[in-house]
């Protein structure tokens, strides 16, 4: 079992509604959880951290942990076609201090016009 | 912009060559990273540091050295480049209370 899953996609919204992307992890130490955005031919950039279950939100971006179930999602309301991308989800394991992350292998998103 | 740059950004050598990338942050965090990026793999650890002079490994470390003498360079050294480390690599720096962020990536093909 990989420590962090994701389904790879690729996912098609239309633009205007509702990205749902869902990960999850096998590790329950895990504490802190990420979403990082990956244009083609670019770096991973973040966009969100949630450390708490439940929900947290960012403008347009929700993300919602739920650790009794090991699951992490990212909610993108009114997509737009520049959230084309592709979407990291990646959980901190914890080693006496010294942060790593994991991080799954990306759901690619795409948003029809 | 984190304050990371990546050199070279492109490059192509060949097999049994060795190759050093650069990674240099301006913004004097004490931890960075390395990461390479394959399809179907996503982002796997190779090394990093939390400190000068104070490195460890990753999950993907063999073939791989790398080096930490000023606090804002971080080397990593392939030895004898072989063609499955034809990759895109990634190097990272951690903000204090934050997680981490990425530099450009450098994109290396061994032929």
């Known amino acids: 079992q990989k420590e962090v899953e994701q389904n790879s996609g690729p996912l098609s919204v239309p633009e205007g509604a509702i990205a749902s992307l869902n990960c999850t992890y096998s590790?329950?130490?895990?504490?802190?959880f990420f979403w990082y955005r990956q244009y083609s031919g670019k770096s991973p950039e973040l966009i969100m951290s949630?450390?708490?279950?439940g929900d947290k939100e960012d403008g347009r971006f929700t993300a919602q942990l739920n650790k009794a179930s090991q699951y992490v999602s990212l909610l993108i309301r009114d997509s737009q076609p520049s959230d084309s991308a592709t979407y990291l989800c990646?959980?901190?394991?914890?080693?006496?201090?010294?942060?790593?992350?994991?991080f799954g292998t990306g759901t690619r998103l795409t948003i029809i016009p | 912009d984190a304050g990371i740059t990546q050199s070279p950004r492109h490059k192509v050598t060949e097999t049994g060559t060795p190759v050093t990338l650069r990674c240099h942050q301006t913004?004097?965090?004490?931890?960075m990273y390395w990461y390479r990026q394959d399809p179907g793999h996503g982002l796997r650890l190779i090394h990093y540091s939390y400190g000068v002079k104070d490195t460890d490994k990753g999950e993907v470390s063999d073939g791989y050295s790398v080096s930490r003498s000023k606090t804002e360079d971080f080397l990593l050294t392939l030895e004898s480049a072989t063609s499955s480390q034809t990759s895109v690599y990634f190097c990272?720096?951690?903000?204090?209370?934050?997680?981490?962020?990425f530099g450009p990536g450098t994109r290396l093909l061994v032929l």
């Open positions: 990646a959980v901190n394991v914890p080693n006496f201090g010294n942060e790593k992350l994991t």
């Open positions: 949630i450390y708490s279950n």
């Open positions: 990272a720096i951690r903000r204090e209370g934050e997680t981490q962020y």
């Open positions: 913004e004097n965090h004490r931890y």
């Open positions: 590790d329950r130490g895990s504490q802190s």
